[in-house]
């Protein structure tokens, strides 16, 4: 069982669409990250939330806006996403900063 | 900012024989270095972790060793097993505010032969 839980599993939008993808651990953890992964490659870092403040930005592109609604909960508002944005995109959490991440499952996103 | 370089990309081994995997980080505020496993289809899992105040951790048939002066970390499995097999990140860590920026390295795809 995984104690960080991603919605959707998977995902397919438009270029024109907006959706979002959402992320919960009730693990207490007070630092949040969205990743991307593509195929055969590492994860790359987007966003940090620390005690529901962004703390890092890797800038990404603004079709990619997140949200920290309360530190149980990290979303990942989608809008005129490019197909190249297809990828896994992982949500994790950790205790602090001394601490390792842990994963959810991922969002599969495809754009059309 | 922080670039972590992972060698070999590809790895095979025969079952039983050891597997070792070697990184390099370019940032000396780094101080923790995660090591993940990640399968097919699954998420990343850290299988081990270690940080700049320490030179050597060991968990059963794996191990960690850290040269903070020449900036390299190594993943050492002993005795491998099928269940082994998968690609294998490094990553290097600094801290950042009150969160970590934790960077990956390219990752090793280990297969084990049986």
């Known amino acids: 069982d995984t104690e960080v839980t991603q919605t959707p599993k998977h995902l397919v939008m438009g270029m024109t669409n907006k959706k979002s993808l959402k992320c919960e651990q009730h693990m207490g953890h007070r630092a949040m990250y969205w990743y991307k992964q593509k195929a055969k490659k590492p994860p790359e870092l987007m966003f940090v939330y620390s005690y529901e403040k962004l703390s890092i930005n890797e800038s990404v592109p603004s079709r990619f806006s997140p949200e920290c609604p309360n530190s149980s909960l990290l979303n990942l508002h989608l809008h005129a996403l490019q197909p190249e944005d297809s990828a896994l995109y992982l949500c994790a959490s950790s205790q602090d900063r001394y601490s390792p991440l842990h994963f959810g499952n991922g969002t599969r996103l495809t754009v059309t | 900012g922080e670039n972590v370089e992972q060698h070999p990309s590809t790895l095979s081994v025969q079952e039983g024989d050891s597997a070792v995997i070697k990184c390099t980080y370019s940032?000396?505020?780094?101080?923790?270095f995660p090591w993940y496993k990640q399968e097919l289809g699954k998420r990343p899992q850290l299988i081990i972790d270690?940080?700049?105040?320490?030179g050597e951790k060991k968990d059963q048939r794996i191990a960690v060793t850290l040269n903070k002066t020449a900036k390299h970390f190594s993943l050492h499995i002993t005795e491998t097993q099928p269940e082994d097999s998968a690609v294998y990140f490094c990553a290097a860590s600094m801290e950042w505010s009150s969160a970590s920026k934790i960077i990956f390295g390219s990752g090793t795809r280990l297969s084990i032969r049986p």
């Open positions: 940032d000396s505020a780094s101080n923790y």
């Open positions: 270690i940080r700049s105040n320490v």
